[in-house]
């Protein structure tokens, strides 16, 4: 089988469970492995949880990055019977997978992340949740245009953003926020203005 080497990433024939194409990028693979286990670098107190708890997220890090891991993975997923495997398994078990992602998505980290991953998707530039929650602080937890406190709202205020650049202006309501979208839109704001005028009604 065909692969290619985890250090120098140069295609070699696997010949068995091989990852690297040389002693040479074994030996290379071994120090990063060793890194990654702190082996020789930082000893481990495994009575202290938090140490425990950040080595092996560094390591399921670097472990998920692996190619051969990555391509495993992927001839697993392919094969017919693994994937009848795991509807049936989604089957029997929809009621606990669905009460555990729910549980899961209720954790407040995974909540941020969720809220930092939208804003990114948006285009909005270098916004995190303390970011939000410190420029909320700065307006007294009111819409910077309307002045209304966000518990007069249902939904979280919304962040303002320059759609051309991604710079943040401000944290708005979500009735500011969406009527300024309609301002920031000239050609539609101009095109409105028109059809008022001609029903004389500005």
Known sequence: MIKKCEICEQEFDTKGRNICCSKKCAEENKKRKDKIYRKGVVKIDWNNPEEVKEHRKEYNEEYNQRIEVIERRKEYDQKPENKEKQRNYYHKNKERIALRAKKYHQKPEVKDRSRERSWKKMGIKDMTVERYNNMLKEQNY?????????????????????????????????????????????EWHNKALKYLGEKNEI
């Open 142 to 186: 009111s819409c910077k245009i309307c002045g209304r406190h966000q518990n007069e709202f249902k939904r979280m205020l919304a962040v303002d953003h320059n759609h051309k650049t991604g710079e943040v202006r401000g944290i708005l309501c979500p009735k500011c926020n969406s009527r300024l979208e309609v301002l920031d839109n000239k």
